[in-house]
DNA sequence: ACCTGAACACCGTTCAAGT
DNA sequence: ACCTGAACACCGTTCAAGT
């Protein structure tokens, strides 16, 4: 057929925005792993070697992948500026939260963010933002600094997970497990028995999002305790 | 030459042992990436298909490598009773520390650890180890559990690093990145101006030990804090 | 029982060739 | 200017063949 493709599918051209957002796409769905400059390029109807005009590697759509993220992160927190210093506590707690959103609806972020080798520069976008709440928390700069170490991840409201999240058990099973633990790992053993004959304790087994903020309130009123003592000086 | 090799070196055999063991000198000496079972194999002078004589594949060898350093660290912190319940602060903060020396050692440990798919019998070890800090401290089991989950991997010494560790600068080139930095991060760069100009801060850029023991201080002072909360009650 | 060589199914990426 | 096909240099791993 030597006729125009009429019938044919636009078929819109390729760009590094079809392209970064066929993989997030692809990311989000069938995790990181799955995606390679192969399965990319089928994604998009395309040989893998047609991305090359678009991204310069793969690196590159990986950069890209953590522009997008934290794009959704800083829209989602874009409140910034505090009526009273006394205003710090609450607002970087939902800020912080509200990324956390943003990392639970793309699991694979954080391993990502954790495998660039420069720091992205909307990463720094959001760091600077975080800093800025604790400056006008009236934090010294000194301690600002120092909390912001502290924060390390959880400022952008995710942990290293040491073990996956585990599939939601009946408090029977977890009991039962913890007979057979407490051989190995008497101590183990030992927590899970009174945990979960505790109807009032803790619900059932980890509840992750729990967890998330008994971890972060820890370190907002420790560091808020050392603001309010840094202060007295 | 039919004759049984008496020159040759006496090659001793392989062994799952000989395979760890390389493994963990190749990924100190040139980092994980540069461990591949064609150069581990080659390392020991023989084909990488060899190598599965010993070990069932390359997860079976990360797998090995995070029970040798495990070991290291159970090793290194195998004082367990405690004489009194007030000891538990200093010497859970000894133990962590102790764990962080190990860490340190083979800087590839918290990705592999990071890796596993299930949660290597070792981990466990020592997690019920620190688990009984706790609960020897007079935690419930309860605020035991949770504190788990508020270390995260900072309990096995280390804390996921958003940014490489830089390399050491002298306080004037940190001033100079201060000023340019103030454009697109106004309180970034207010802040290193501040933390750069007042000599009796801490010293000169981010001194990484520091940052962490300010960070666990942090978590063990609230730790602390609230198991004396919890038991008025 | 252990080691090897060739091969397979995957990667990311280069490059000359097509349109 | 963009896309493709063949190819290259790497992976982990299988398997039949050697000793």
Same sequence: chains 1, 2.
Avoid at 40 to 47: A, T, Y
Avoid at 90 to 101: F, M
Avoid at 125 to 135: V, W
Avoid at 196 to 217: I, N, V, Y
Wanted: aromatic content about 6%; charged content about 30%; overall charge negative.
């Amino acid at each position: 057929m030597s006729q125009p493709d009429l019938a044919e599918k636009p078929r819109l051209p390729l760009s590094r925005e079809r392209v970064l957002r066929a993989a997030l796409e692809l990311a989000d769905e069938q995790g990181i792993d799955a995606l390679t400059m192969r399965s990319l390029g089928r994604e998009l109807g395309v040989e893998a070697m047609s991305l090359y005009n678009h991204v310069a590697n793969k690196e590159a759509v990986l950069d890209g992948l953590v522009e997008v993220v934290m794009g959704e992160v800083l829209e989602a927190v874009d409140d910034v500026r505090l009526s009273s210093p006394a205003e710090w506590k609450p607002v970087t707690r939902r800020r912080i939260l509200a990324a956390r959103e943003v990392m639970l609806r793309h699991r694979w972020a954080p391993k990502v963010l954790e495998s660039r080798t420069e720091i992205p520069a909307v990463l720094m976008r959001y760091l600077d933002g975080l800093l800025g709440l604790m400056l006008q928390g009236e934090f010294s700069a000194d301690l600002a600094h120092h909390a912001m170490h502290a924060f390390g991840s959880r400022g952008l409201g995710f942990t290293q997970e040491l073990f996956e999240e585990d599939t939601e058990m009946p408090a029977e099973t977890v009991g039962m497990m913890a007979e057979q633990m407490a051989g190995e790992y008497p101590n183990l053993g030992e927590m899970l028995k009174v945990v979960t004959h505790d109807a009032d304790t803790t619900l059932g087994w980890c509840d992750d999002q729990f967890e998330f903020e008994f971890g972060l309130d820890l370190i907002l009123d420790g560091l808020e305790r050392l603001r309010d003592a840094q202060r007295l000086t």
